[in-house]
């Protein structure tokens, strides 16, 4: 079963920075997209940024310009490094991805079948 393990998170004041880190157990982690997501309390989980297979990225408005994402697929890994954190920032950080595996529960899709992996999250807290 494939995992996605994050770390980095933890509390900071405002204005501080974060790096947060994804590492997948995956074998084929490099041809797919990473999210990150993060969920504040109270509200629903929404989706911060996107990096392609490629290295392409992608920003939702509240964090373009201040967080940036990353990827070392050499290493199974994807990064965030948040920086100018704000306490609206608070959140639990999530790692996400989409990938195609042929085998899943004792299974062999020849085609192959789509399998959501979410990490279990990294607690961030900004203090005012």
């Known amino acids: 079963q494939v995992q996605l393990v994050e770390s980095g998170g933890g509390l900071v004041q405002a204005g501080e920075s974060l790096s947060l880190t994804c590492t997948s157990s995956?074998?084929?982690?490099?041809?797919?997209?990473v999210d990150w997501y993060r969920q504040a309390p109270g509200k629903p989980r929404e989706l911060i940024a996107t990096?392609?297979?490629?290295?392409?990225?992608n920003y939702t408005d509240s964090v373009k310009g201040r967080f940036t994402i990353s990827r070392d697929d050499a290493k199974k890994t994807a990064y965030l490094q948040l920086s100018r954190l704000a306490p609206e920032d608070t959140a639990v950080y999530y790692c996400?991805?989409?990938?195609?595996?042929?085998?899943?529960?004792?299974?062999?899709?020849?085609?192959?079948?789509?399998?959501?992996?979410w990490g279990q999250g990294t607690q961030v807290t900004v203090s005012s």
């Open positions: 990096v392609s297979s490629s290295g392409t990225s």
């Open positions: 996400h991805q989409d990938i195609l595996v042929s085998y899943y529960k004792g299974t062999y899709y020849p085609e192959g079948r789509y399998l959501t992996v």
């Open positions: 995956g074998g084929t982690f490099d041809l797919f997209p």
